[in-house]
């Protein structure tokens, strides 16, 4: 899922690119293939710090959001900024900028129509 996130974000960045995604098979290779993702010929690689990130607001359900931007040099993604479990949606549109991109992990809460509460991390892609 790390990879994935990693690789979605690229894609989104980067549409013409031919980079496939497909299955991880163990482990190891996630590991190995969501640390310093760098798309072929995009120059762009992927911070460590995201994919910890991510790993924090998937397992540990501590944070509401985290925004992600390409850097200034535009080589890296990076953390934008995240927002705290009790902040709230309109917290989070709030935090988006007015006129520049972001890509954003959103931790969202809902109630089913049985009345179970339930949680779904949602990637939203934020072009004004």
């Known amino acids: 899922a790390q990879a994935i996130l990693a690789q979605a974000i690229l894609a989104q960045a980067f549409p013409d690119s031919k980079q496939p995604l497909r299955p991880l098979r163990d482990p190891t290779e996630r590991a190995r293939a969501t640390r310093g993702i760098n798309m072929s010929g995009s120059g762009v690689t992927v911070k460590d710090e995201c994919v910890d990130i991510y790993t924090q607001i998937k397992m540990k359900k501590n944070l509401r959001y985290v925004l992600y931007k390409i850097s200034e040099d ?29 890509y954003a992990l959103v931790d969202i809460e809902y109630k089913t129509l049985d009345g179970r509460p339930q949680d779904k991390l949602c990637f939203v892609f934020w072009s004004p």
């Open 74 to 102: 535009k080589k890296f993604i990076v953390v934008d900024s995240t927002g705290e479990k009790t902040e709230t949606w309109d917290d989070f549109v709030k935090a988006l900028p007015e006129a520049e991109p972001r």
